[in-house]
């Protein structure tokens, strides 16, 4: 089957500029998660859906980063007042149940702030 | 907090010979532990993983071994072949969050 798919594959903004990421979770997988990877870095967990509601939002760095899942599948990932730091490639996951399950990646987007 | 560490950050082996890499992490409460391969631009691929009631699992060239006493888990990957060269990443969880190591290059020189 289909596997989790992101848009944009890429995505180059201006420093002040939003931008919204997309993800698009496997079939039938009630959770996702939003993870931050830095250039040589293990990803960092940013916010956790079960269902529609935003169940751990703990990993966002600061309130320019927000995320939504209105109708408990597809989800995005909205950074207000982008910053040269905010560069990063950002991963979805979804995974079928949540505690102690396999999350499954999608391809992330490349997120660069000028 | 919660951390897990990983080494080697890179480690270079001849075609045929065996690779390890170790992660250690720091919550008792840590149940699963996955292991990902993510080759450069794409997405982390699961290769591998165990549960905390279970100490070897086994996949053809890829073994993983898990200590829970010292808290530490291993990926073995036996005949190393070019196709194997990529990123590994451990990651350890009790909960739904992933705290992931900080990866490690693995070069398969032919």
């Known amino acids: 089957g289909a596997g989790v798919s992101q848009t944009p594959s890429n995505k180059v903004t201006e420093k002040g500029k939003y931008v919204e990421l997309r993800c698009d979770p496997i079939?039938?997988?009630?959770?996702l998660y939003w993870y931050r990877q830095s250039l040589g870095q293990g990803p960092e967990f940013l916010i956790y859906?079960?269902?529609?509601?935003?169940?751990?939002d703990s990993g966002l760095p600061n309130d320019r980063f927000f995320a939504v899942r209105p109708e408990g599948s597809v989800s995005t990932l909205k950074i207000q007042r982008t910053e040269r730091g905010d560069s990063a490639v950002y991963l979805c996951?979804?995974?079928?149940?949540?505690?102690?399950?396999?999350?499954?990646f999608g391809p992330g987007t490349r997120l660069l702030v000028l | 907090g919660e951390n897990v560490e990983q080494h080697p950050s890179t480690l270079s082996v001849q075609e045929g010979d065996s690779a390890v890499i170790k992660c250690t992490y720091s919550?008792?409460?840590?149940?699963?532990f996955p292991w990902y391969k993510q080759e450069l631009g794409k997405r982390p691929q699961l290769i591998i993983d165990?549960?905390?009631?279970?100490g070897e699992k086994k996949d053809q060239r890829i073994a993983v071994t898990l200590n829970k006493t010292a808290k530490h888990f291993s990926l073995h990957i036996t005949e190393t072949q070019p196709e194997d060269s990529a990123v590994y990443f451990c990651?350890?969880?009790?909960?739904?969050?992933?705290?992931f190591g900080t990866g490690t290059r693995l070069k398969v020189l032919a």
């Open positions: 996951a979804s995974s079928i149940g949540s505690y102690g399950e396999t999350q499954y």
């Open positions: 079939s039938g997988h009630t959770a």
């Open positions: 859906f079960q269902g529609t509601g935003a169940a751990d």
């Open positions: 919550d008792s409460a840590s149940n699963y």
């Open positions: 165990i549960r905390s009631n279970v």
């Open positions: 990651a350890a969880t009790g909960t739904y969050k992933y705290i």
